[in-house]
């Protein structure tokens, strides 16, 4: 993640360097002694008026600088960035006015309540409405249910490998939605959830629906059904598979010695089950899967990518 910000601000910074140069426009002084009538008439015949050449360059000009203010408009867009504080800071108004960033996640430390939260978001989609081009928000908690809750208004729900356990997608759908409209009430969009692990590896536990993927397959694709039918864009994480780690991938980086063949029938149906339930965001493990790819993590590998583009034909927001 430091290695992105990086990046984009590298860019930024290149961005804001590559502006255009202006150019002086010089005046020919009068000869001395010359009357001031005839200083007015050579002043008006040596000032040339602009030729359509020079209109064509500033013409130019304004097309560039519109398409590097764009540019970098577009760039915001792909992040979403979290924020201190349960009320608009310094920080979080220049990543909206000046970064043009595409969304916030909220967690612990910016919900309080019901009402708080609600000015929260309003304030912020405000912010982004007034600042050109005028694109809402992206607001965005991590709601699995069970021990991962961000929204205290929100009764407590069973975690997902007590749902997967009843075998009953109906369930998952039903937890879903009324998870949804809970948060639409505060003006969130977005949630970071379900988990189509299969597997109950470091840092999924029981929030994984279990082990077989035809059971995770058949919960999360019911779970993205449910968020869509409340208004809520959903998220299938991690791919290609957390379940299978013996690392958090928040402290470690883990390795999966899984070949192609486990991968295809073990890891990734559930994520092709997710897509082809029109899940509209997929979150890319921090995961290195040597069958895939032997150096980076899936999150930083362009094979990874293709492998969720092309073979399982996402054509979402990866994040």
């Not at 910074?13 to 200083?39: F, H, S, Y």
């Not at 990543?95 to 916030?104: A, D, E, L, Y």
């Not at 007034?130 to 729900?157: F, K, N, Q």
């Amino acid at each position: 993640m430091g290695s992105a910000v990086l990046w984009f601000l590298l860019l930024l910074m290149i961005l804001g360097v590559a502006t255009g140069c202006g150019r002086q426009q010089g005046r020919v002084a009068p000869e001395e002694g010359t009357r001031k009538g005839a200083v007015k008439e050579e002043s008006t015949q040596q000032i040339p008026k602009e030729s359509a050449g020079e209109e064509t360059v500033k013409e130019e000009s304004t097309q560039e600088a519109t398409n590097r203010r764009s540019l970098s408009q577009a760039i915001g867009q792909m992040f979403i960035v979290g924020m201190s504080g349960t009320k608009p800071d310094h920080h979080i108004k220049k990543m909206i006015q000046k970064h043009h960033i595409g969304g916030v996640i909220l967690s612990v430390p910016n919900i309080k309540n019901l009402k708080q939260t609600q000015t929260l978001v309003s304030k912020l989609q405000k912010l982004s409405i007034e600042t050109s081009p005028s694109i809402p928000l992206v607001i965005a908690v991590d709601e699995e249910g069970g021990s991962v809750t961000r929204a205290p208004w929100i009764p407590p729900r069973p975690a997902a490998a007590v749902v997967g356990r009843s075998g009953n997608p109906d369930w998952a759908y039903h937890i879903a939605y009324e998870v949804g409209q809970k948060l639409k009430e505060a003006g969130i969009n977005t949630d970071l959830a379900p988990v189509v692990d299969t597997g109950f590896g470091a840092a999924i536990g029981d929030r994984s629906f279990g082990t077989d993927p035809k059971l995770v397959s058949r919960m999360g694709s019911a779970a993205i059904k449910g968020f869509e039918a409340a208004g809520i864009a959903s998220t299938a994480k991690h791919f290609p598979n957390h379940g299978a780690a013996n690392e958090d991938s928040h402290v470690g980086s883990p390795i999966i010695e899984h070949d192609m063949s486990t991968i295809e029938t073990q890891d990734l149906p559930p994520f092709k089950a997710a897509i082809d339930a029109g899940v509209p965001m997929v979150m890319v493990g921090h995961l290195v899967y040597p069958a895939i790819d032997p150096t980076l993590p899936a999150s930083l590998s362009p094979r990874a990518i293709r492998l969720l583009r092309q073979n399982l034909g996402f054509k979402g927001v990866g994040s």
